[in-house]
């Protein structure tokens, strides 16, 4: 496949000017607007789904503002607690004192709420909280611009947070209830990254190489895949995957050829290094299944500084060699190096691996009871499930009867909020869809 990058035009949608009263994002009313549109916004949040590209936007236009001459920034917000003088991936320590100093506006894109919360619960809290002190003196001429997958987001508590820590302009009395009040705009403008269109979908599939693009978008609609190839980050794993195979399958299965064809090792120094791909895999799977518990994100290379906020990859995998586990870190799996570290570059691909890790454990003496109790706690006399395993659940109740079992009886709902439904059994689905019809009627009669 054409290594390349293609540039498309996103539109971003915008969410109603009220959701902060909420505890959900609710549509709002107007036109699908271009980051020209929006790029003199003092406060925006953008909510996109994993893969959909958020970061990759980020990232490109502040590029793009740098090269008008701009003072433009790229930063994950869960380095900013940590150092945040080495937070910074466009732009540096030394540009931001010198844009301080001055009188110039300054751009920021923070990226990613939901990564950082995977640290701590705290994290975006504190991030804001550091960020806002360090510009405090430079609120009023800075644009900052928030990534964030929707699941991510708390509605009312993150923007009170934003507002309190990274205000602009004149702020809201507290005491101020009246109806003028509360139908103010918000300073944070709320906006969400639009899905590609099939127009969008079958340009981007020319420029990736595929000559029949009619057969590929007729395939994608008919194989329910539309939802992924709105993606660009999916639907470029789609169009390998169709190049490989000259078919689709179903979104399960699709991912599952996906990991196969990313654990191919990338260009580089040590690509004449071959590891087994039942051996890649199975190294993959457990450094998904660490991210998963400990809220880690960031992996650190074999040669890279170690510290407490990286996962270690030797200590997992004592067995590898530095090189193999080198070689393991450059494959499509895994996001560009920065700063010796990487991260698995597709939160869903991630969830899969680490859920195929936590099947492999439950063949294990007492595995299935330790794996359960990492899913499944008893609060207050109450079974729940670890709101932190729920995405990775998703797809263990494809690979698990007994583990589907638990989980869709205690909440029916956890297989519509990830991984691929349309794999579960028939009876199963049927079972479900009555429970969730029947709780949603006792709950309107309550």
Not at 187 to 214: C, H, N, P
Not at 319 to 336: M, N
Not at 344 to 362: C, P, T
Request: charged share 30%.
């Amino acid at each position: 496949m054409v290594e390349e990058t293609v540039e498309l035009i996103r539109r971003f949608k915008p969410l109603s000017s009220r959701s902060w009263e909420w505890d959900f994002l609710a549509p709002g009313t107007g036109q699908s607007q271009w980051w020209e549109e929006i790029k003199d916004e003092h406060r925006v949040l953008i909510i996109a789904d994993p893969g959909a590209g958020k970061t990759f936007e980020a990232k490109t236009h502040a590029g793009k503002m740098r090269t008008r001459g701009k003072k433009a920034f790229f930063i994950r917000i869960e380095k900013i607690d940590i150092d945040f003088d080495r937070a910074f991936e466009i732009g540096t320590a030394e540009e931001f004192s010198t844009w301080l100093g001055s009188t110039e506006e300054g751009w920021f894109f923070l990226d990613s709420v939901d990564e950082a919360q995977l640290e701590t619960p705290r994290a975006l809290e504190n991030a804001v909280r550091v960020f806002g002190a360090r510009i405090h003196s430079a609120l009023e001429r800075t644009h900052i611009f928030i990534t964030s997958r929707e699941d991510a987001w708390r509605a009312l508590p993150d923007q009170t947070l934003i507002e309190q820590h990274l205000p602009f302009g004149e702020p809201l009395p507290a005491e101020d209830e009246t109806d003028i009040a509360r139908k103010r705009d918000p300073m944070l403008k709320l906006f969400r990254l639009a899905g590609l269109t099939e127009d969008e979908i079958a340009l981007f599939a020319s420029q990736y190489g595929i000559s029949d693009v009619g057969s590929f978008v007729d395939t994608v609609k008919r194989c329910n895949l539309l939802m992924l190839a709105e993606r660009p980050f999916d639907l470029k794993a789609l169009i390998g995957v169709w190049i490989a195979d000259h078919q689709l399958g179903s979104r399960f299965e699709v991912l599952q050829r996906m990991i196969t064809l990313q654990l191919e090792p990338m260009s580089g120094a040590r690509a004449q290094l071959r590891i087994d791909p039942a051996k890649a895999r199975d190294g993959a799977r457990t450094l998904a299944g660490a991210v998963m518990l400990t809220g880690k994100a960031v992996i650190c290379l074999p040669n890279g500084v170690q510290s407490p906020d990286r996962i270690d990859p030797r200590v997992l995998l004592p067995d590898w060699t530095e090189s193999e586990i080198d070689v393991l870190l450059r494959t499509g799996l895994f996001d560009d190096i920065v700063y010796t570290t990487v991260r698995f570059r597709h939160r869903e691909i991630r969830e899969l691996l680490s859920a195929e890790w936590a099947n492999g454990l439950l063949c294990y003496p007492d595995g299935r009871s330790r794996v359960e109790h990492l899913f499944f706690r008893n609060s207050y006399g109450e079974e729940i499930i670890v709101p932190r395993m729920r995405p990775t659940l998703t797809w263990l109740i494809l690979l698990d009867d007994a583990v589907r079992d638990k989980a869709l009886a205690l909440a029916p709902e956890v297989a519509s909020e990830g991984g691929d439904p349309s794999q579960l059994p028939l009876e199963v689905r049927r079972t479900m869809l009555r429970e969730l019809v029947e709780r949603m009627a006792k709950e309107r009669e309550e």
